[in-house]
């Protein structure tokens, strides 16, 4: 691939990139947002009777939330205990006038009764691998052929002096960039790994020096994840909202990545001519 063509190609992923994200949330996004905000956040107390009742939980909910997203507990599957808060309501005395702090919330009821926790009850939740019924939403993977371009990117991740593994561990994320090393999630489809690779080397090359410090998590992961769109559309693969959904979920938006278009530019003109095919002689 020659300059120009990479130019070229850069350009017209990044222009497409940001009209995508100033169009809003994809619908795939939106529902995915929908499912997620139904799971409950735990105590640590919670978390710790979950994992020493089934370690490899995922998706925790009751059976009621499973039921509104289409999926129901299967026959003879057995209930994770957590204790669930109780609470009474009693009536503001008269004359109360008490001014809240800030860090205290207000939950008085409109007929004057506040909720009071008063003790806990068993309850039971179940994993999602104990349900069964509709798939839960899910963010777009990048899907296609990476071809000889991701044997290159992995040389290319090498000749940058940075050590490449692949663990189960780091999941629920794909990828980690350590500084110096970046560990991949095992068992990845091809142009799912190809992505996310280019993501990681992407915070080594711009976020692993001074810039760090100068720099937010937004800002941060909005540039890796444009490169990555970039560099994988330009070998030919389908991003669907990945990118576009990725940056949003870090609060990322088009003025943003604005601000980094000349650095993103550069950064993936610099990976794409690294991964270029030998030219033919």
């Known amino acids: 691939m020659k300059a ?10 990044l222009s497409y990139l940001v009209r995508a994200l100033e169009s809003g ?26 994992a020493r009742q089934k370690p490899n939980a995922t ?6 939330t499973w039921n509104s997203l289409g999926r129901f507990v299967r026959r003879g599957e057995k209930g994770i205990l957590i204790l669930a808060p109780m609470v009474t309501r009693r009536r503001k005395p008269a004359g109360d006038e008490r001014i809240l ?11 004057g009764k506040q909720p009071r926790p008063c003790g806990f009850r068993a309850a039971y939740v179940f994993d999602i691998t104990q349900t069964e019924g509709q798939a839960l939403a899910s963010l777009t ?11 290159r990117l992995i040389e290319f991740v090498k000749g940058q002096g ?7 561990t780091v999941a629920p994320a794909k990828g980690l960039s350590h500084g110096g090393r970046i560990t991949l999630l095992s068992g990845m489809q091809p142009a799912d790994e190809f992505s996310t690779l280019v993501h990681e080397v992407a915070h080594e090359l711009l976020h692993r020096g001074a810039r760090r410090a100068v720099t937010t998590k937004q800002v941060r992961e909005t ?10 559309k330009a070998v030919g693969l389908d991003t669907g909202t990945s990118a576009q959904d990725y940056i949003q979920l870090w609060n990322g938006d088009a ?8 650095l993103v530019q550069h950064t993936a003109a610099m990976i794409l001519s690294g991964i270029a095919p030998p030219e033919a002689t």
């Open 4 to 13: 120009e063509e990479i130019q070229n190609k850069t350009n017209e992923a």
């Open 25 to 50: 949330e994809s619908d795939v996004l939106t529902h995915y947002l929908a499912a997620m905000a139904r799971f409950h956040r735990y105590s640590f107390g919670n978390i710790m009777l979950i």
């Open 59 to 64: 998706h925790i909910a009751g059976m009621r």
């Open 101 to 111: 702090d800030s860090t205290t919330v207000d939950t008085q009821e409109s007929d």
């Open 141 to 151: 993977e990048v899907t296609g052929d990476p071809s000889g371009h991701r044997e």
């Open 162 to 168: 940075v050590e490449l593994d692949y663990s189960d």
């Open 223 to 232: 540039e890796a994840e444009a490169i990555a769109f970039v560099v994988s």
């Open 255 to 262: 003025q943003l990545l604005r601000e980094s278009l000349e």
